[in-house]
């Protein structure tokens, strides 16, 4: 199994990479109480250091505003994952737990002001791909919808053989292979464009090792997806 990513998403966006970390062997069952303080702390961070600006005019977040534009979508109506969840935090908000890993990879997205995500790797079917969606893709229902939508033509998500897994880039994904308690093989994505240096990218994914096999044990492994190296392989 390999995540492949379109090579014109790295002409379209100059600097792109994509962090990709896979999990092995981890207990996503383990008390998510432990890490929630830190969690907490990271959103409480980032509510004062917002102070009062909008959140859409963070330089990270406008970034992604600027290339959903690209792709023909409204960041206002279709936000980025990253920006929901700033928006979340800065009015206030509280991030209940969902667990470990999940709670985990939103703290990184907080701390580094980048879209994170994950996948359960034993529920997905085929490569993992970035790309632009076709003409005829398969609907699908996206979390918090209730009706089935198929991605528009030209839109950049995430897919695997069975269809798609995440719409418009980052901003919502499908029931069918999100990590659950019972995830022990997970992938996971973080997403830089050219406002997050390559220091920044190791460094969340560093992180992000550390925490995961602290609190969910585990074995995880890193690579980086750029112009010219367009695969990685999932295992």
């Not at 308690?181 to 240096?197: M, S, Y």
């Amino acid at each position: 199994m390999k995540f492949i990513a379109d090579k014109q998403l790295f002409t379209q966006f100059p600097g792109l990479r994509i962090g990709i970390s896979v999990a092995c062997g981890v207990n996503n069952k383990t008390d998510a109480a432990a890490f929630l303080p830190q969690l907490q702390q990271a959103a409480n961070n980032v509510a004062e250091n917002c102070g009062g600006q909008p959140v859409a005019q963070l330089p990270k977040i406008a970034a992604w505003r600027e290339a959903y534009r690209q792709f023909g979508v409204k960041a206002k109506e279709y936000p980025s994952s990253v920006e929901a969840l700033y928006k979340r935090v800065s009015k206030g908000k509280g991030l209940g737990s969902i667990s470990p890993l999940v709670d985990i990879y939103n703290y990184i997205s907080l701390k580094y002001t980048v879209p994170v995500g994950g996948e359960d790797l034993d529920a997905m079917q085929g490569d993992l791909q970035l790309t632009y969606a076709g003409a005829d893709e398969v609907p699908v229902v996206v979390l918090g919808k209730d009706e089935a939508q198929a991605p528009a033509e030209g839109e950049i998500f995430y897919k695997d053989n069975a269809g798609a897994i995440c719409r418009r880039w980052n901003w919502r994904e499908v029931a069918r292979t999100v990590i659950s308690p019972d995830t022990t093989h997970c992938v996971f994505v973080i997403e830089a464009l050219a406002e997050v240096g390559d220091d920044e990218l190791r460094a969340a994914q560093e992180e992000l090792g550390i925490l995961i096999t602290q609190y969910c044990g585990g074995t995880i492994t890193h690579q980086i997806v750029c112009a010219g190296q367009e695969e990685a392989e999932l295992r």
